[in-house]
C-alpha cells in the first residue's frame, strides 16, 4: 500500500528458540519475536491490514481520520502507520495507560481522548464508538474486535510465517488473547496445514490481572472475531508467573519481552513439560519489555 | 466514618455489579478490610499469599496514587475521592 516506508517493515520476524528454557528433553519451544515490527509489537500486523482495506475501499480517504479504541499497542501501530499515510489518529484509551505508551502516541502525533480507567477496556472502546457514531463522515472507524481484517492478517503472515520457520514440524500453538487476531488467524492456519496443530488458549488466572493486553474471557465481553470452538485447551496463568517467565528470558537468554509475552511463554513451558519428544511449540512475543519500564515489572522483587 | 470506593469494571461481579461500595474505616486499610470481608470471593483477586494488595493493584485517593506514599496507612474521610485501579489499561474488554 506504500511502497519503501514503516509499512514495509511489518512481519517476517524472527522465531527464537526458547527451548533451553524448558525441563522437557526433545520438546522445542520457539517463540515469535513480535517486538521486531517498526511499532514494537505484533499489533503492526491487524492495523497495517485494517487500514490497508479502509485505503482499498475508500474508507479510508485523505479527509478521514483513523478513530479506534485501545490500551495501547494497537494505538501505536495506528500511530506510526496514521503519520506514514498521512492520516490523523484519534485514540480512546484508559487514562491508566503507562508513560511509555502515552509518550510513543505523542512521538507520533497520534490525538488520545483518556477515558476512566475503572471503566477498562470497555469504557475506551464505547467512547470511540459513540465519536464515530456522533460523526461517521469525520473518522475511518476500523473496531479492531469486530474487524475480519484483523485475524486475517495473522492468517496471511503470522501462521505461513510460523509454518516455513518451523519447517511444518510445529505441533501446538500457544497464544493469549486480546482481541483474538493473532490466536485466531494463526490457529486457524496453521490447522488448515496441519490438522493435528492444537490450539492452546492463555489466559490470565483472575479478571483482576497484570497482564497487560490480555482479556479474561469468562468476565468480559466476547470480541466479535473470536471463535469460542477453535482452541483446543486452555491454559491459565497468573500475572506473577508472566512476570517471573519475563525475567528468565532477559536474564538467561538476553530476550526482554513484554507481559503477556511472559504469560506466553510460561503456558507454552508449563505445556512442554508434559509433551512427548519431537512436540515442537510456537508462542508469540507480542512486544518487547522496555514498554513496561515504569510499571515496575523489571524492579527487583 | 463512612467512605465510598470505587471499584473497577473487573470486580464488579464479585460486588453484586456496583461499581461503588460504602465501606466504615479511617484508613485505606480499613475500606480494604472491609470491602474484603463484605466480598470474601474478591479476597484472592486483590491479595497475595501475605494478605498485601498485588502488584498490579494501585488505589488512588483524591486522584493521587498511595503506592510510594503512606500505602494502606493513608487516611481517607467521606468527602474524598478513593478508588481501586487496576495498573494496566488492558484487560476489561481486551486489547492484545
Keep these: 500500500m506504500c511502497p519503501m516506508n514503516v509499512c514495509d517493515l511489518v512481519g517476517r520476524t524472527p522465531l527464537l528458540d526458547l527451548s533451553s528454557l524448558s525441563p522437557a528433553e526433545g520438546v522445542g519451544v520457539w517463540a515469535k519475536a513480535e517486538f521486531c515490527n517498526p511499532s514494537g509489537s505484533v499489533k503492526d500486523r491487524a492495523a497495517r491490514a485494517m487500514l490497508a482495506e479502509g485505503l482499498k475501499s475508500g474508507g479510508l480517504g485523505p479527509e478521514k481520520a483513523v478513530l479506534d479504541s485501545t490500551s495501547g499497542n ?228 | 466514618m463512612t467512605v465510598k470506593l470505587s471499584i473497577p469494571a473487573a470486580l464488579r461481579g464479585f460486588a453484586d455489579g456496583r461499581a461503588q461500595v460504602e465501606l466504615e474505616g479511617a484508613t485505606l486499610g480499613d475500606l480494604l478490610d472491609g470491602l474484603v470481608g463484605l466480598h470474601p470471593d474478591m479476597g484472592p483477586h486483590l491479595l497475595d499469599e501475605n494478605g498485601a494488595p498485588r502488584g498490579y493493584v494501585n488505589f488512588f485517593v483524591d486522584g493521587k496514587n498511595v503506592k510510594g506514599g503512606l500505602g494502606l496507612g493513608t487516611p481517607v474521610g467521606p468527602g474524598q475521592s478513593v478508588a481501586l485501579v487496576p495498573a494496566i489499561a488492558g484487560g476489561s474488554r481486551g486489547d492484545g
Excluded at chain 1, 528470558?249 to 503456558?267: K, M, P, R
Aim: overall charge negative.
Design chain 1, 74 to 301: 494497537t494505538g501505536i501501530a495506528y500511530a506510526m502507520l496514521g503519520a506514514a499515510l498521512k492520516r490523523r489518529v484519534v485514540l480512546h484509551m484508559p487514562a491508566n495507560a503507562n508513560r511509555e505508551r502515552k509518550a510513543l502516541l505523542g512521538a507520533y502525533g497520534a490525538e488520545v481522548v483518556e477515558t476512566d480507567p475503572l471503566e477498562g477496556s470497555d469504557g475506551a472502546y464505547l467512547s470511540a464508538k459513540k465519536a464515530y457514531e456522533s460523526d461517521p463522515d469525520g473518522y475511518f472507524f476500523p473496531n479492531q474486535y469486530d474487524n475480519p481484517e484483523n485475524p486475517r492478517a495473522h492468517y496471511l503472515t503470522t501462521g505461513p510465517e510460523i509454518w516455513e520457520q518451523t519447517g511444518g514440524g510445529v505441533t501446538h500453538f500457544v497464544c493469549s488473547v486480546g482481541t483474538g487476531g493473532t490466536f485466531m488467524g494463526v490457529s486457524s492456519k496453521l490447522k488448515s496445514l496441519k490438522p493435528e496443530v492444537r490450539a492452546v488458549l492463555v489466559q490470565p488466572d483472575s479478571p483482576l490481572h497484570g497482564i497487560e493486553g490480555t482479556k479474561h474471557l469468562a468476565s468480559t465481553i466476547k470480541p466479535g472475531i473470536f471463535d469460542r470452538a477453535l482452541p483446543d485447551e486452555v491454559v491459565a496463568v497468573s500475572t506473577e508467573e508472566a512476570v517471573k517467565v519475563c525475567r528468565r528470558l532477559a536474564g538467561e537468554l538476553g530476550v526482554l519481552a513484554g507481559v503477556s509475552a511472559g504469560a506466553n511463554v510460561a503456558a507454552a513451558l508449563r505445556l512442554a513439560g508434559g509433551l512427548p519428544p519431537g512436540s515442537l511449540v510456537a508462542t508469540v512475543l507480542g512486544d518487547g519489555g522496555a514498554r513496561y519500564l515504569s510499571d515496575g515489572l523489571w524492579d527487583k522483587a
